[in-house]
């Protein structure tokens, strides 16, 4: 916690919130609070280092902006940085509404104070969120190097320096050559875990998040305490409506987009296994596995799921997949450690028949028959189902919504499709002069202003 901090702290992060724009009167009750995953991963990357490090949780605590500026204030850091990503793996442009809105606030009362920001936006926009006065640096990629390189400099001309970043160069937003993202043989090394100690708690660490309803049976009293956390990062697909992998771009090139970073990186089993024991420890018991693609390589999950079942941990919790990679001999693993959900999207239907495959190669997927291998092995499925794609009309989407009441899973997500920045939408609804979203909260899913991308019928 901040007051606890007695050495001069290097860099503050810090989590914006965005709820109150973003699901509105769903947020006070409903809306799931999840653990800022990157700010955690930042701060315990870099505490491995040497540096002073904290959290500020603007969301958890549910503080006003006048409440939030006078904690940073408190804390005093050589450096702000904000962590924008979200709950939803798109949700990174809808989180930056909370994260301007801070940052402009904290320059008009302390412009002393030095501003980075890093998030999937921020990836996919680089120079125009750069061009805001009120941020000072921007961190591309996930921006574990260079984060450390700029808390290693001057704040000042050596920033010229330092791959991986953006800053002003006589006032113009200027990126400088790019960083890589961690490496796979240096995932346990340069990421050694989570921050868990950091995170603000009223009575019991964790206890001011909350799982979503669904995930807890939609029982309240089962919401919390709650955590999330990844086992790998990215995903080896390139869906056009998502930007995911933005997030590992290493190319400052002009028209660089999510598909162009597929790839994955994965902790080892035995290390991920110590982060679940240390959360059960803390008397977590509801947690979401927030990879993209957690149902892929069996050479990381069998041998995890297996540490769990074997130390018994009592855990509550969900998972991601695609319909297509689904190993029905692996469901009864799955379930035996404590998977109660798995989440798909589910797009593109024509009878119940959903054409996935990389690089246009295509596999016919008997969606009806997975889901029924699903449930038949005790676990719940969430189905989430997109409208709106730009080839969709009146009967495609009438298709996909008889689908979604036949299949009638336990849980089902009805979104509109976004062009959200990096994504493959993004860059063609630019080249053919879609409308796009004047604002941030146009690209939220359940905004009053969400703005969905136009069909071409």
């Not at 904290?106 to 999937?120: C, F, M, R, T």
């Not at 002003?168 to 960083?179: M, S």
């Amino acid at each position: 916690m901040i007051k606890s901090l007695k050495k001069p702290l290097d860099v503050l992060f810090v989590s914006p919130d965005s709820s109150a724009k973003a699901y509105q009167e769903l947020a006070k009750k409903y809306a799931a609070i999840e653990t800022p995953t990157w700010a955690l991963l930042l701060a315990q990357a870099c505490r491995s280092k040497g540096f002073e490090v904290d959290i500020l949780d603007t969301g958890a605590e549910r503080l006003t902006l006048a409440q939030s500026i006078k904690r940073i204030d408190e804390a005093n850091p050589r450096l702000v940085c904000l962590t924008v990503y979200g709950q939803n793996p798109n949700s990174g442009t809808t989180n930056m509404i909370g994260a301007i809105a801070l940052a402009q606030a904290l320059k008009e009362s302390y412009p002393e104070y030095k501003i980075a920001i890093v998030g999937s936006h921020v990836s996919a926009l680089p120079l125009d969120v750069l061009a805001k006065e009120c941020i000072d640096y921007v961190l591309l990629n996930e921006g574990v190097y260079a984060l450390q390189n700029l808390l290693r400099s001057n704040l000042g001309d050596e920033v010229k320096k330092i791959k991986g970043i953006g800053h002003k160069l006589d006032g113009t937003p200027w990126l400088n050559p790019p960083e890589q993202v961690v490496p796979q043989e240096r995932m346990d090394v340069d990421l050694p875990g989570y921050a868990w100690d950091l995170l603000p708690y009223n009575k019991k660490p964790l206890d001011l998040y909350r799982a979503h309803f669904w995930h807890a049976e939609f029982n309240h009293t089962k919401r919390t305490p709650f955590a999330a956390i990844y086992t790998s990062l990215g995903c080896r697909f390139a869906c056009n409506f998502c930007m995911i992998n933005i997030v590992n771009r290493e190319d400052n090139g002009e028209n660089i987009n999510s598909s162009h970073s597929r790839n994955m990186r994965f902790w080892s089993p035995e290390f991920i296994t110590r982060e679940f024991e240390k959360l059960s420890n803390l008397g977590v018991e509801t947690i979401r596995i927030s990879d993209e693609m957690f149902f892929l390589d069996k050479r990381y999950y069998e041998p995890l799921l297996n540490n769990l079942i074997n130390r018994e941990l009592p855990l509550r919790m969900w998972a991601y997949s695609r319909i297509d990679t689904v190993r029905p001999k692996y469901l009864e693993l799955f379930k035996k450690a404590g998977i109660n959900w798995l989440a798909f999207d589910i797009d593109a239907v024509n009878q119940g028949v959903c054409r996935e495959g990389p690089k246009g190669s295509f596999k016919y997927i008997n969606i009806r028959q997975v889901i029924d291998e699903i449930q038949t092995a005790g676990i719940n499925v969430i189905a989430n189902y997109k409208y709106g794609l730009p080839n969709d009309n009146n009967h495609t989407m009438r298709q996909t919504l008889n689908l979604a009441l036949d299949l009638n899973a336990e849980m089902a997500n009805m979104s509109p499709c976004q062009a959200l920045p990096g994504s493959l939408f993004y860059e063609e609804a630019k080249k053919n002069n879609w409308q796009l979203p004047d604002s941030y909260e146009g690209y939220a899913f359940l905004s009053y202003k969400s703005q969905p991308l136009p069909t071409k019928h």
